[in-house]
């Protein structure tokens, strides 16, 4: 059974085109043309910009894709490279990434009301606490009963003058 490449290669030499024409139809770089037409897969970066070389490649050729990319499965699990799927995140995630997260989530429009609720409830409530304070505090309701005791006549107040 032909490799991928050797499938390519026929498939573009049986039309008679160049590697200058594949790359300017397919909008695929010649160097990765020929790497493609080598199998020289270790020149890409990932298995996804393989595939798609390799679908375009063969969609411009007529060939069955379906089948070329099955095959081409087959030949990367062979590989060192790509015989595994990268990993999806290859960090652990901070502190400040779940927090980041968190605030992308955010409904603005209720955050932004529940804090005007919040800040009416402590405006109130610190309202509530200095009346109290100050209510507690108030000289007069502190003083003791008041005692009468009569004294002499000239102890009044003068009138005020006119």
Same mark, same amino acid.
């Given at each position: 059974?032909?490799?991928?490449?050797?499938?390519?290669?026929?498939?573009?030499?049986?039309?008679?085109?160049? &590697?200058?024409?594949?790359?300017?139809?397919?909008?695929?770089?010649? /160097?990765?043309?020929?790497? #493609?037409?080598?199998?020289?897969? /270790?020149?890409?970066?990932?298995t996804v910009y393989i595939r798609g070389s390799?679908?375009?490649?063969?969609?411009?050729? $007529?060939?069955?894709?379906?089948?070329?990319?099955?095959?081409?499965?087959?030949?990367? %699990?062979g590989t060192t490279k790509f015989s595994e799927?990268?990993?999806?995140?290859?960090? $652990?995630?901070?502190?400040?990434?779940?927090?980041?997260?968190?605030?992308?989530?955010?409904?603005?429009?209720?955050?932004? *009301?529940?804090?005007?609720?919040?800040? &009416?409830? *402590?405006? *109130? *409530?610190?309202?509530?606490?200095?009346?109290?304070?100050?209510? $507690?505090? /108030?000289?007069? %309701?502190n003083l003791p009963p008041a005692i009468y005791?009569?004294?002499?006549?000239?102890?009044?107040?003068? #009138?005020?003058?006119?």
């Amino acid at each position: 059974m032909p490799t991928v490449a050797d499938q390519l290669r026929l498939a573009r030499e049986e039309r008679q085109l160049t &590697i200058e024409q594949v790359a300017e139809l397919t909008k695929i770089r010649s /160097d990765r043309v020929r790497a #493609l037409e080598a199998g020289e897969f /270790d020149s890409f970066s990932a298995t996804v910009y393989i595939r798609g070389s390799v679908k375009n490649y063969a969609k411009m050729l $007529k060939l069955d894709e379906v089948r070329l990319l099955a095959d081409l499965d087959v030949e990367l %699990k062979g590989t060192t490279k790509f015989s595994e799927p990268p990993p999806l995140i290859e960090n $652990k995630q901070t502190f400040l990434d779940t927090l980041l997260l968190l605030l992308t989530r955010l409904n603005w429009k209720l955050g932004f *009301a529940g804090l005007v609720v919040v800040g &009416i409830v *402590a405006a *109130a *409530a610190l309202g509530v606490l200095w009346w109290h304070h100050h209510s $507690k505090s /108030d000289a007069p %309701k502190n003083l003791p009963p008041a005692i009468y005791q009569p004294g002499n006549s000239g102890d009044t107040l003068p #009138l005020p003058k006119r």
